[in-house]
Each structure stands twice: as C-alpha cells, then as structure tokens.
Nanobody, 122 residues
Framework: QVQLVESGGGLVQAGGSLRLSCAAS????????VGWFRQAPGKEREFVAA?????DYANSVKDRFTISRDNAKNTVYLQMNSLKPEDTAVYYC??????????????????WGQGTQVTVSS
C-alpha cells in the first residue's frame, strides 16, 4: 500500500522549534518532488515548502523553515524554527511525479498524508 505518514507535530511556545517528518511506504522519495502544505481552521490549504532538485519556500516561512530529504530513509523533513502563533495548522506532506511542475500548486500532487497538528502558543 502506497502511503505517506507525517509525524512530529505538537504544541510548542512561540519562538520554539519542531521537526516534522514525512515517511513514505511503497514510493521512493528520490523519484518524486515532495511538498509541505498547511491548513488552519477556516482557511484554505496553503503552500509551505517543496523540494525537487532544490528547495522552495513560501515567503511567510522563508528563513525560518528548512525542507530536506533523506533518500536512504525515504523520509522528508520540515525543520521549523522561530515558530509563531500564525504557524498553527495541520501540516500535510504530498508527492508529485514531476520535477518540473509548479510545486506551489496543490493540484500537481497525487498522494497526500493524513496530516499532523502543529499548535504554537503565544
């Protein structure tokens, strides 16, 4: 069964850090682009970061978040530093078969994880 499983979410104070993990089974990450998206209550899902040959970040998280991949572990990470209350959301990872697609567009992704909750208290 092909699936993505996120982990690492939790409750953290503003200014703190968390590292999210996205582990794949039945799919080799090195052959796919991987993205992180988030959705806060009452808001649309939004792009956070993505990685193909290089990394791309939403302006709101640039210089605070870092996306990376460990192909040996078939896992992608999202290191989140200097967290703010506005980062509170459910975070999802997803894979896209193309390395050339617009990875900021959620429609290019074909497989999504179930999400992990991140809550940042002020």
């Amino acid at each position: 069964q092909v699936q993505l499983v996120e982990s690492g979410g939790g409750l953290v104070q503003a200014g703190g850090s968390l590292r999210l993990s996205c582990a794949a089974s039945g799919r080799t990450f090195s052959s796919y682009s991987v993205g992180w998206f988030r959705q806060a209550p009452g808001k649309e899902r939004e792009f956070v970061a993505a990685i193909n040959w290089s990394a791309d970040y939403a302006n709101s998280v640039k210089d605070r978040f870092t996306i990376s991949r460990d192909n040996a572990k078939n896992t992608v990470y999202l290191q989140m530093n200097s967290l703010k209350p506005e980062d509170t959301a459910v975070y999802y990872c997803a894979t896209a078969a193309s390395f050339l697609a617009n990875l900021r567009d959620s429609r290019v992704y074909d497989l999504w994880g179930q999400g992990t909750q991140v809550t940042v208290s002020s």
